[in-house]
């Protein structure tokens, strides 16, 4: 009986993920490479243009199991969490917040409002910016890619580093660049 426990603890302990990411008291996960801005786009974008990194913005909900997934198994890959720390200026978004968003064209609204004009279905849900936005367009318009859902940790690596070499401006669409990088590194998901 005794021995029957300590080999269930055992089991138990060996189940839970190597890595627990922290939930703030709104229910969403939180990482030191995440920014607290007062959520006007255009400032962020101006910040992150001042560090030299790549806006980014994440849309997450409370009990997102695959935002758990992301924070709990991809983020912390050390190459994802280098890039995310070095390269990108990170807000996140709550998909069913009241903390009010100023988007790239100058309207106010609350996050889940915003999110919703967005049209932002799945969390997580990553939009990436380039450094210059005109002014009259929409967070969605000015994404240089959105990448909705949760992906595996080279999918993610991949995208990031994509986004950091401006791959979307050249003629090699994030596809065939993922699959010639998989290819070349022999690498599956």
């Known amino acids: 009986m005794f021995l029957r426990r300590i080999v269930t603890a055992a089991a138990l302990v060996l189940a839970l993920p190597a890595f627990a990411a922290t939930l703030g008291d709104d229910g969403l996960h939180k990482t030191d490479w995440m920014r607290d801005t007062f959520k006007d786009l255009r400032e962020d974008l101006e910040e992150a243009n001042a560090e030299g990194k790549r806006l980014l913005i994440i849309i997450e909900q409370r009990g997102c199991i695959y935002c758990t997934k992301m924070h709990e198994e991809?983020?912390?890959m050390p190459e994802i969490d280098a890039a995310l720390n070095d390269q990108f200026f990170v807000i996140q978004i709550n998909m069913f917040g009241d903390v009010?968003?100023?988007?790239?064209d100058g309207t106010t609204l609350?996050?889940?409002d915003m999110v919703r004009r967005w049209n932002a279905l799945f969390t997580p849900t990553m939009m990436f910016f380039p450094q210059e936005v005109p002014e009259d367009v929409t967070a969605t318009q000015a994404a240089v890619a959105v990448m909705p859902?949760?992906?595996?940790?080279?999918?993610?690596?991949?995208?990031?580093?994509?986004?950091?070499?401006?791959?979307?401006?050249?003629?090699?669409?994030?596809?065939k660049y993922h699959a010639r990088?998989?290819?070349e590194q022999g690498i599956s998901e």
């Not at 595996?152 to 994030?174: K, M, Q, V």
Request: proline share 5%; no cysteine.
């Open 110 to 112: 609350p996050e889940k």
């Open 181 to 183: 990088i998989i290819q």
């Open 74 to 76: 991809v983020f912390p």
């Open 149 to 175: 859902g949760a992906f595996g940790r080279w999918t993610t690596l991949n995208l990031l580093n994509w986004i950091t070499a401006e791959g979307y401006l050249g003629d090699e669409s994030f596809q």
């Open 100 to 104: 009010e968003v100023t988007d790239f």
